[in-house]
């Protein structure tokens, strides 16, 4: 029997982006931190990187919820500073990364922020041709409100309502 070896994330069809970052290593050499060229891809809740595009075992991954990204230009001071962006969060590691190019950096942050959003939204998306969410809550609200605060006010006398009533006299009716 042949094993079965887990696919890599590139094959399973749930990518948001992919491509060859640099990423700054945890350790520090003598001569400052090291960037290694990775290839990182990007689904839509983890950041997987890899030794290169062929490789099947990831060297590292972690889970983007709760992760902030920004660009970061503090993080060279070469010609490629307007390349960076780190993923924040606070208590876990950060992430510190180098795209090809400047844009390229704007659209890792871009997708990382617009996933993020969609992690922590609560709502359920609508098509854009409907009215908007049906909501009976707040117009309830506002009517049980409003009689309460005609009704329960001790300085006018009650005009009309018998002790045993036990039903609420709206407004208008």
Known sequence: LEEITPRPVR????????????????????FGS?????WCVLNRR??????????????????IE????????????????????????????????TAPSPAEA?????QIQFLL???????????EDEEGPYNDVDSLDSANTASHNTTLNQDEPSVGMEDDDIYEVLPGK
């Not at 090291?34 to 990775?38: D, M």
């Not at 595009?53 to 889970?63: C, H, L």
């Not at 010609?79 to 993923?87: A, D, H, I, P, V």
């Not at 704007?106 to 871009?110: A, G, L, R, S």
């Open 34 to 38: 090291e960037w290694q060229k990775r």
């Open 11 to 30: 094959d399973s069809g749930n990518i948001l982006k992919q491509g060859y970052l640099e990423k700054r290593s945890r350790e520090h050499s003598f």
């Open 46 to 63: 983890t950041f997987y990187y890899y030794a290169n595009e062929k490789s099947k075992q990831p060297k590292g991954t972690f889970s």
């Open 106 to 110: 704007e659209d890792w942050v871009d």
């Open 117 to 127: 959003k969609d992690l922590s939204s609560l709502t359920i998306p609508c098509d």
């Open 66 to 97: 709760h992760y902030s990204a920004r660009l970061a230009f503090h993080l060279r001071k070469d010609s490629r500073k307007r390349c960076c962006f780190e993923l924040t969060c606070p208590g876990k590691r950060t992430y510190e990364f």
